[in-house]
């Protein structure tokens, strides 16, 4: 009789583990009928403090330990407006990690610059700074880590490259909500934070992303840029830079506020839950959790990343783990399909009429990110955030599905 439930054994969880996502309960109702019946649907000309826009950006901006906020429509027109607000100029190059969503890169490309594709750290999944500073060139402006699944990147050695050469950096934070580095919130240490606001994300408002930074020029730059080139304080049909425009709504904002009151909460739990989850993986041959830097003051993660050793797992692959674990009941997926440069977008050139000046994008079907193809093909496994919004026992029950395919691998065989 086969014991696997992918063979037609039992499965091991058959109820529901964590919560649904989104959550949202009365907080949001109330605020969006507020909306609707004050009749202010958008911020208007400006911060004010009756616009539940305003009151998001400064209530996040302060969650993150930044100063200033400018909430926009998403998060790839979140780097966008970060990257006018840093001045890029046609083919200036950017660096970015090979490991990360394609509007990290496609935002530099929105804008005329180059992203130039690294390798990441195997021990934790983020961006490298040494091969960050291997590919700097004279043409190279700002770096753009990315804190993948919400685990804060190495901020200390990437400050001081960037110092070192005289680059900026754009912390994409789409995964960091909540997440802390030495105790500082993540999007609050580079010069400008952004973060994504989508469905997915541990804050949500449907679509939806923000700037922070700490540096006023900057978020005078930021507001412009979302505002259709408006300088704050100036006539509203005054303009004075070619901008577009990427203003949240009041829905949106009240939406995000009523995520937020929770964001301190459900951070707590997964993190509690997840420390919980890495000490029985530790037990288990065959898997392990990441290494978690003493950097790591708060991972509020997105992704749960684990790591899968096929040698040590009976030689199955990472799709065979995957397949049966979803059979026990518990849903793992993969990670991105591919490291960003290969996506047919980058090896196809397909950019259209992006003006690059006199410098030119490189072979990205040449360019190489062996750590990160080996960890996507063979070795990455990632548990959405939602399902360590329960409790105990369903961390016990998600390492007893691992437990139970690694106990019967040869089943698999
Ligand atoms: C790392 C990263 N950056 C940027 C974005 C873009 O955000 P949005 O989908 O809100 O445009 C995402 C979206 O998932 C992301 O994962």
Redesign the pocket.
């Known amino acids: 009789m086969p014991k696997l439930a992918i063979n037609g054994g039992s499965k091991v969880i058959d109820r529901q583990i964590g919560k649904d996502w989104p959550i949202f309960d009365d907080t949001e109702r109330d605020a969006l009928l507020e909306v609707l019946e004050s009749g202010r649907w958008w911020r208007g000309s400006g911060p004010s403090e009756e616009s539940k826009v305003t009151q998001f950006e400064e209530a996040f901006a302060a969650y993150q330990d930044a100063r200033y906020g400018v909430a926009v429509?998403?998060?790839?027109?979140?780097?966008e407006c970060a990257l006018k607000a840093l001045d890029i100029q046609p083919g200036d190059e950017v660096i970015v990690p090979a490991a990360?969503?394609?509007?990290?890169a496609t935002?530099c490309i929105l804008v005329n610059a180059i992203p130039i594709v690294v390798d990441i750290d195997p021990r934790n999944y983020q961006i490298d700074p040494a091969a960050v500073e291997a590919a700097i060139t004279d043409r190279t402006v700002g770096i753009i880590p990315?804190?993948?699944g919400g685990y804060p990147c190495d901020m200390e050695a990437l400050q001081s490259v960037a110092e070192s050469h005289g680059l900026w950096i754009i912390e994409?934070?789409?995964?960091a909500h909540g997440s802390q580095w030495n105790g500082r919130g993540c999007g609050s240490i580079g010069d400008i934070g952004?973060?994504?606001?989508?469905m997915?994300?541990t804050l949500t408002c449907g679509?939806?992303?923000i700037c922070l930074t700490n540096d006023e020029e900057l978020a005078k730059g930021l507001f412009s840029y979302h505002h259709i080139g408006r300088f704050e304080g100036r006539p509203f049909y005054e303009h004075h830079i070619v901008a577009s425009n990427l203003r949240m709504t009041e829905w949106q904002a009240a939406v995000a506020l009523g995520g937020l009151s929770r964001l301190e909460e459900q951070a707590n739990t997964r993190e509690e839950n997840a420390t919980y989850f890495a000490r029985g993986l530790e037990q288990i041959e065959g898997v392990s959790p990441l290494w978690r830097a003493d950097w790591v003051t708060r991972w509020n993660f997105?992704f749960y990343h684990f790591k899968f050793h096929s040698e040590q797992f009976g030689g199955i692959s990472k799709q065979q783990f995957i397949e049966a674990l979803g059979a026990e009941g518990l849903p793992a997926g993969s990670g991105h399909l591919h490291p960003i440069q290969k996506n047919p977008l980058f090896t196809e050139r397909n950019w259209g009429p992006a003006c690059f000046g006199d410098n030119e994008p490189p072979d990205y079907a040449k360019i190489e990110t062996p750590e990160c193809q080996r960890i996507l093909d063979t070795e990455g496994i990632v548990l959405a955030h939602k399902l360590f919004l329960g409790d105990k026992s369903d961390m016990d029950l998600m390492l007893e599905a691992i437990e139970k395919v690694r106990a019967n691998v040869d089943e698999l065989r």
């Open positions: 429509t998403n998060g790839t027109q979140a780097i990360t969503f394609v509007a990290t935002a990315v804190h993948y994409d934070s789409a995964h952004t973060f994504s606001l989508q997915g994300k679509e939806g992303g997105y």
